[in-house]
């Protein structure tokens, strides 16, 4: 080619590819957009979207395996022993609460959304929801507290759980009293040899109200 | 009531109120010019833009120019101060001085004299003082840049965009604008892009010259008001807005406000040069003095619009490919053109 024909050609070139262009834009223009108006409009999340963390409260047993299972510890809980005599309800798949969950709190800005914490949980009350929109100005608002027990039921929680523990350290004194007595008493009377089996046999039975779940004899 | 109109008798007083009459206009096109491109582009780009201020953000121009009347002067502390503040009106007033000339309608037209089009030329140059002493006085190397690429782009577009405006001077015997535009009254076949008022040997003789002529004015307008894809002056990602960086707050506006009025001003002017100005495209029909303001608008509109669309479908040009375009391409299709569209004139 010569210089006279690129010269001729480049400027074909050029009004082609710029009108070519002009036709795509044109068209673009008066096809239909893509934009979603996103306050007023979402979009559909998939099923399994892994975003804010919700906690049943009703359903907790307390077991704290969310909180193990947890990578960056987002989750505290505080757990407390209910006496036997207290009945915490059931969960809604028919489990009985023993334990007093006096603080559940999950701290979302360090939530990392992996989803370990929900498959752990016996009574499924741990599941990611879809909700993504939860900002705040404070970052002390991102700690969710899902334990609904007031401060003062926290306190009358407390004191049962302490007066049962008096009480059965009391008792405990008193059947190893009881223990130590009857076993003076074993020591002191020279029993007839074949009913010596038995005689060890009482205090371990006296021993076994202790344990939570039979109510005590005496009382 | 009789004071008044005696005060609006004066001729100094309705001197002042019709040359007002171009910068109501400039004003109200500039808001909705920027509403306009704004949604342009975004169509382009299968977007929505402004949705929330008003019915589908109309009001959203009005905002703009809220927060910028609101916004803090800033003049930097090492900037030549007086040339600084000077620059933004200079631009301006270049541009305003231009629409002077400028026939809105077969009624108005702000100083009907004899040297029209070479007014216009003249006093359009002045931006690019403007420009260059905003440039220089902000004291940043980037401003300097893109002040320097300013200069060296509409000067050598000016060339092109100069002999394209003799060829048609050439064709009309006349540099007045309102002379150029009754020339073409009588509908669409009698517009300088068909070929004019002539006898058709000579219609069909000017007609592709006239067709050269209109694309080498349309590049060179688009290249001298700094628009995509010439837009290395303000080149964002490289220059960071050239010559305006350091503006802010109405200076900034000011200078945004030259630059949409100026893109009128160069529709405005193909217009007037090849698609008969005021002149309605049906002849006798639909044409008055309200009517052919209504006319005069809408073709440079349409011209405003092409100009933007451009902008969003082409890139950026090299500053090589820029002064290829100008000197090497542009130049000597408009010499060629005036040669061919002498011979036609004197035969």
Known sequence: MTALTIYFNDIYRAISSA??????????????????????????????????????????????????????????????KAPPTETL?????????RIYVTKFDIDIAKCCYCGLCVFPCPTECL????????????????????????????????????????EQTAKKAAAAAQAAAAKAAAAAQPAPVPEIPAAPVTPAQSEQPKGPDTPPTQQ | MENILAFLNEPAVTMVLLALIPLVFILVYALVTIYFE???????????????????????????????????????????????????????????????????????????????????????????????????????????FGALRSAAQIVSYEIPGVLAILGVVMVFGTMNMQTMTQMQDGGIQNWLIIGGNFPLGQKLALF????????????????????????????????????????????????????????????????VMFFGGWTSPFGSFMSGTVWSAFWFVLKGMSFVFLNIWLRWTLPRLRVDQLMYVSWKVLTPFALFCIIAIGFIMVI
């Open chain 2, 208 to 271: 592709p010259f006239m067709f050269i002529l209109f694309i080498i004015y349309l590049l060179s307008s688009m290249a001298e008001v700094n628009r995509t894809p010439f837009d290395l002056p303000e080149a964002e990602s490289e220059l960071v807005q050239g010559y305006n960086t350091e503006y802010s707050g109405m200076k900034f506006a000011i200078f945004y406000l030259a630059e949409y009025a100026n893109l009128f001003l160069v529709s405005a002017i193909v217009v």
């Open chain 1, 89 to 97: 309800g059931e969960t809604s798949t028919g489990q009985k609460k």
């Open chain 1, 127 to 166: 599941k990611m929801t879809d909700v993504y929109e939860f900002s705040e100005y404070d970052r002390n608002n991102l700690i969710y507290n899902f334990g609904t027990m007031s401060a003062v039921e926290v306190e009358t929680a407390k004191l049962k759980v302490k007066q049962y523990d008096e």
């Open chain 2, 38 to 144: 704004m949604k342009v582009a975004a169509h382009i780009q299968n977007r929505l833009a402004y949705m929330e201020t008003g019915w589908h953000g109309v009001i959203q121009p009005i905002a703009d120019m809220l927060k910028l009347l609101q916004k803090e002067d800033i003049i930097p502390t090492d900037a030549d101060k007086f040339l600084f503040i000077l620059a933004p009106y200079l631009v301006f007033i270049g541009t305003y001085a231009s629409f002077a000339v400028m026939p809105f309608s077969s009624g108005f037209i702000g100083s009907n004299i004899d040297l029209g089009i070479f007014y216009l030329v003249a006093a359009s140059s002045l931006v690019v003082v403007g420009l260059l002493m905003a440039g220089w006085a902000s004291n940043n190397k980037w401003s300097m």
């Open chain 1, 19 to 80: 009108l070519i262009g002009m036709r795509i834009t044109i068209r673009q223009m008066v096809s239909p957009t893509v934009t979603l108006q996103y306050p007023h409009e979402k979009k559909q999340m998939p099923d399994r979207v892994r975003n804010r963390l919700y906690m049943n409260y009703d359903d907790c047993i307390g077991c704290e395996l969310c909180a193990k299972a947890c990578p960056v510890d987002c989750i505290e809980i505080e757990v407390m």
